[in-house]
Protein backbone atom coordinates (compact mmCIF):
# COMPACT_ATOMS: atom_id res chain seq x y z
CA UNK A 1 0.00 0.00 0.00
CA UNK A 2 0.97 3.42 -0.90
CA UNK A 3 0.15 6.06 1.12
CA UNK A 4 0.94 9.73 0.34
CA UNK A 5 -0.47 12.65 2.73
CA UNK A 6 1.61 15.67 2.20
CA UNK A 7 1.61 19.46 1.28
CA UNK A 8 3.92 21.00 -1.24
CA UNK A 9 4.18 24.66 -1.72
CA UNK A 10 4.10 26.16 -6.05
CA UNK A 11 4.95 29.62 -7.09
CA UNK A 12 0.74 29.46 -7.46
CA UNK A 13 -1.00 27.12 -5.42
CA UNK A 14 -0.22 24.51 -2.63
CA UNK A 15 -0.42 20.60 -3.88
CA UNK A 16 -2.66 19.09 -0.99
CA UNK A 17 -1.69 15.33 -1.51
CA UNK A 18 -4.05 12.81 -0.25
CA UNK A 19 -3.80 9.72 -2.11
CA UNK A 20 -3.74 5.76 -1.70
CA UNK A 21 -3.31 3.09 -3.63
CA UNK A 22 -2.97 -0.79 -3.70
CA UNK A 23 -0.82 -2.99 -6.31
CA UNK A 24 -3.23 -1.47 -9.12
CA UNK A 25 -2.58 1.24 -12.23
CA UNK A 26 -4.03 4.68 -11.21
CA UNK A 27 -3.83 7.03 -13.95
CA UNK A 28 -3.30 10.92 -12.87
CA UNK A 29 -5.10 13.01 -15.11
CA UNK A 30 -5.43 17.26 -14.74
CA UNK A 31 -4.57 20.14 -16.77
CA UNK A 32 -1.21 21.70 -17.12
CA UNK A 33 0.98 23.07 -14.67
CA UNK A 34 -1.64 21.07 -11.79
CA UNK A 35 0.77 19.73 -9.60
CA UNK A 36 1.28 16.34 -11.40
CA UNK A 37 4.63 16.01 -12.24
CA UNK A 38 5.57 17.23 -8.99
CA UNK A 39 3.28 14.39 -6.98
CA UNK A 40 5.57 12.21 -8.74
CA UNK A 41 8.63 13.46 -7.87
CA UNK A 42 7.47 13.96 -3.82
CA UNK A 43 7.11 10.14 -4.08
CA UNK A 44 10.73 9.34 -5.91
CA UNK A 45 12.31 11.99 -3.86
CA UNK A 46 13.55 14.26 -6.53
CA UNK A 47 11.23 16.79 -4.89
CA UNK A 48 10.58 16.73 -0.79
CA UNK A 49 7.32 17.62 0.61
CA UNK A 50 6.82 20.71 3.39
CA UNK A 51 4.49 18.89 5.44
CA UNK A 52 2.93 15.66 6.00
CA UNK A 53 4.09 12.15 5.13
CA UNK A 54 4.69 9.05 2.69
CA UNK A 55 4.74 5.58 3.22
CA UNK A 56 5.19 2.41 0.86
CA UNK A 57 4.30 -0.99 2.46
CA UNK A 58 5.69 0.52 5.90
CA UNK A 59 8.63 1.97 4.80
CA UNK A 60 8.44 5.50 5.47
CA UNK A 61 9.72 7.87 2.60
CA UNK A 62 9.22 11.48 4.49
CA UNK A 63 7.53 12.63 7.34
CA UNK A 64 7.73 15.74 9.28
CA UNK A 65 10.78 15.91 11.31
CA UNK A 66 12.61 12.98 9.73
CA UNK A 67 14.94 12.50 7.16
CA UNK A 68 13.64 11.64 3.62
CA UNK A 69 14.39 8.21 2.71
CA UNK A 70 17.09 8.10 0.30
CA UNK A 71 16.28 8.49 -3.51
CA UNK A 72 18.18 5.20 -4.05
CA UNK A 73 16.84 3.55 -1.40
CA UNK A 74 12.83 3.78 -2.23
CA UNK A 75 12.98 1.66 -4.95
CA UNK A 76 10.56 3.75 -6.57
CA UNK A 77 11.29 3.50 -10.64
CA UNK A 78 10.61 6.34 -12.47
CA UNK A 79 9.98 6.82 -16.30
CA UNK A 80 10.45 10.54 -16.64
CA UNK A 81 8.28 12.93 -19.54
CA UNK A 82 11.13 13.21 -21.90
CA UNK A 83 12.55 9.53 -20.92
CA UNK A 84 15.86 11.36 -20.19
CA UNK A 85 18.35 8.99 -20.94
CA UNK A 86 21.69 9.54 -20.94
CA UNK A 87 23.10 10.40 -24.34
CA UNK A 88 26.66 9.12 -24.33
CA UNK A 89 25.45 5.55 -22.88
CA UNK A 90 24.07 2.54 -24.50
CA UNK A 91 20.93 1.36 -24.40
CA UNK A 92 22.28 -1.50 -22.11
CA UNK A 93 24.51 0.84 -19.83
CA UNK A 94 21.67 3.15 -19.55
CA UNK A 95 19.28 0.23 -18.77
CA UNK A 96 21.93 -1.11 -16.20
CA UNK A 97 22.81 2.35 -15.20
CA UNK A 98 20.95 1.79 -11.17
CA UNK A 99 22.33 -1.35 -10.97
CA UNK A 100 26.53 -0.53 -11.07
CA UNK A 101 29.51 -2.92 -11.00
CA UNK A 102 26.61 -5.59 -11.41
CA UNK A 103 26.53 -8.48 -14.14
CA UNK A 104 23.33 -8.56 -16.35
CA UNK A 105 21.19 -10.03 -14.26
CA UNK A 106 18.40 -12.50 -15.94
CA UNK A 107 15.12 -10.81 -14.84
CA UNK A 108 16.81 -7.46 -17.03
CA UNK A 109 17.93 -9.83 -19.95
CA UNK A 110 13.67 -10.98 -19.75
CA UNK A 111 12.30 -7.98 -19.50
CA UNK A 112 14.39 -6.29 -22.47
CA UNK A 113 13.37 -9.45 -24.55
CA UNK A 114 9.78 -8.58 -23.39
CA UNK A 115 10.02 -5.38 -24.73
CA UNK A 116 11.74 -6.13 -27.61
CA UNK A 117 15.09 -4.30 -26.88
CA UNK A 118 17.74 -6.96 -27.24
CA UNK A 119 18.84 -6.32 -30.88
CA UNK A 120 19.27 -2.71 -29.32
CA UNK A 121 21.90 -3.18 -26.30
CA UNK A 122 24.47 -1.38 -28.16
CA UNK A 123 22.98 1.44 -29.35
CA UNK A 124 22.85 4.35 -28.23
CA UNK A 125 19.81 7.21 -27.83
CA UNK A 126 20.24 8.94 -31.31
CA UNK A 127 20.26 5.69 -32.89
CA UNK A 128 16.95 4.60 -31.77
CA UNK A 129 13.47 5.89 -32.11
CA UNK A 130 11.01 7.09 -30.55
CA UNK A 131 9.19 4.26 -29.17
CA UNK A 132 12.39 2.33 -28.69
CA UNK A 133 13.85 5.07 -25.99
CA UNK A 134 10.42 4.73 -24.46
CA UNK A 135 10.68 0.88 -24.38
CA UNK A 136 14.47 1.56 -22.98
CA UNK A 137 13.43 4.35 -20.93
CA UNK A 138 10.55 1.32 -19.16
CA UNK A 139 13.27 -1.35 -19.06
CA UNK A 140 15.54 1.16 -17.08
CA UNK A 141 12.64 1.95 -14.62
CA UNK A 142 12.00 -1.92 -13.91
CA UNK A 143 15.15 -2.90 -13.75
CA UNK A 144 16.18 -2.48 -10.10
CA UNK A 145 13.11 -4.50 -9.76
CA UNK A 146 10.86 -1.27 -7.92
CA UNK A 147 8.32 -1.74 -5.66
CA UNK A 148 5.95 1.59 -6.87
CA UNK A 149 6.40 2.41 -10.66
CA UNK A 150 5.81 6.11 -11.62
CA UNK A 151 5.39 6.84 -15.11
CA UNK A 152 5.37 10.88 -16.71
CA UNK A 153 3.23 10.79 -20.22
CA UNK A 154 5.05 7.11 -21.05
CA UNK A 155 3.08 7.04 -24.37
CA UNK A 156 2.75 10.37 -24.85
CA UNK A 157 5.36 10.78 -28.08
CA UNK A 158 4.49 7.45 -29.69
CA UNK A 159 2.25 6.55 -33.17
CA UNK A 160 -1.01 4.94 -32.43
CA UNK A 161 0.59 1.34 -32.85
CA UNK A 162 3.69 1.66 -30.48
CA UNK A 163 1.35 3.36 -27.78
CA UNK A 164 -1.22 0.26 -27.90
CA UNK A 165 1.79 -2.27 -27.97
CA UNK A 166 3.95 -0.55 -25.14
CA UNK A 167 0.82 0.13 -23.35
CA UNK A 168 -0.21 -3.80 -23.56
CA UNK A 169 3.48 -4.64 -22.45
CA UNK A 170 2.93 -2.33 -19.50
CA UNK A 171 -0.25 -4.14 -18.43
CA UNK A 172 1.10 -7.40 -19.14
CA UNK A 173 4.47 -6.37 -16.85
CA UNK A 174 1.87 -5.48 -14.05
CA UNK A 175 -0.09 -8.38 -14.13
CA UNK A 176 3.85 -10.28 -13.79
CA UNK A 177 4.82 -7.84 -11.17
CA UNK A 178 2.17 -7.23 -9.13
CA UNK A 179 3.13 -3.36 -8.39
CA UNK A 180 1.60 -0.45 -7.35
CA UNK A 181 1.71 1.62 -11.46
CA UNK A 182 1.07 5.28 -11.13
CA UNK A 183 0.82 6.85 -14.60
CA UNK A 184 0.01 10.78 -15.80
CA UNK A 185 -1.53 11.15 -18.87
CA UNK A 186 -3.66 13.82 -20.57
CA UNK A 187 -5.60 11.10 -22.49
CA UNK A 188 -8.21 10.06 -20.85
CA UNK A 189 -8.93 7.59 -23.30
CA UNK A 190 -5.90 6.13 -22.29
CA UNK A 191 -6.48 6.22 -18.64
CA UNK A 192 -9.51 4.64 -18.98
CA UNK A 193 -8.07 1.86 -21.24
CA UNK A 194 -4.76 1.27 -18.82
CA UNK A 195 -6.16 1.94 -15.26
CA UNK A 196 -8.32 0.41 -12.50
CA UNK A 197 -8.94 3.82 -11.10
CA UNK A 198 -8.33 7.62 -12.44
CA UNK A 199 -7.64 10.51 -9.94
CA UNK A 200 -7.83 14.56 -11.07
CA UNK A 201 -5.51 16.74 -9.89
CA UNK A 202 -6.68 20.71 -10.28
CA UNK A 203 -4.36 23.67 -8.24
CA UNK A 204 -2.82 20.65 -6.41
CA UNK A 205 -6.36 19.14 -5.03
CA UNK A 206 -7.06 15.14 -6.03
CA UNK A 207 -10.01 13.32 -6.83
CA UNK A 208 -10.95 10.32 -7.56
CA UNK A 209 -13.43 10.30 -10.96
CA UNK A 210 -15.57 7.51 -11.66
CA UNK A 211 -14.08 5.55 -13.89
CA UNK A 212 -16.89 4.97 -16.51
CA UNK A 213 -18.34 8.39 -16.44
CA UNK A 214 -14.52 10.22 -16.11
CA UNK A 215 -13.99 13.29 -18.90
CA UNK A 216 -11.65 15.88 -18.77
N1 LIG B 1 11.06 23.52 -9.51
C1 LIG B 1 10.05 24.37 -9.66
N2 LIG B 1 10.20 25.68 -9.39
C2 LIG B 1 9.20 26.55 -9.53
N3 LIG B 1 7.97 26.21 -9.97
C3 LIG B 1 7.75 24.94 -10.27
C4 LIG B 1 8.77 23.94 -10.14
N4 LIG B 1 8.25 22.76 -10.51
C5 LIG B 1 6.98 22.99 -10.86
N5 LIG B 1 6.67 24.30 -10.72
C6 LIG B 1 5.37 24.92 -10.98
O1 LIG B 1 4.41 24.20 -10.25
C7 LIG B 1 3.22 23.99 -11.01
C8 LIG B 1 2.96 22.52 -11.17
O2 LIG B 1 3.95 21.94 -12.04
P1 LIG B 1 3.94 20.43 -12.47
O3 LIG B 1 5.10 20.19 -13.38
O4 LIG B 1 3.83 19.59 -11.26
O5 LIG B 1 2.57 20.34 -13.30
P2 LIG B 1 2.00 19.22 -14.26
O6 LIG B 1 0.57 19.04 -13.87
O7 LIG B 1 2.87 18.02 -14.25
O8 LIG B 1 2.09 19.93 -15.69
P3 LIG B 1 2.23 19.31 -17.19
O9 LIG B 1 0.98 18.55 -17.44
O10 LIG B 1 2.35 20.53 -18.04
O11 LIG B 1 3.47 18.46 -17.18
C9 LIG B 1 3.44 24.74 -12.32
O12 LIG B 1 2.87 26.02 -12.19
C10 LIG B 1 4.95 24.81 -12.44
O13 LIG B 1 5.33 25.94 -13.18
Known amino acids: MLKAEFTKQLPEFDLQAEFKMDRE ?31 LGGRVFAEEGGKPLRIQDRRVGYLFQDYALFPHMTVRENILFGLPG ?13 LGIRPLMDKYPHEI ?8 ALARALAMKPELLLLDEPFSALDDETRLRCRNELMRIHRDWQIPVLMVTHSMDEARRTADRIVRIEKGRMAELPIREASL
Open 25 to 55: IVAIVGPSGSGKTTFLNCLAGTVSPDMGRIE
Open 102 to 114: QPEPSHVRELTEL
Open 129 to 136: SGGEKQRT
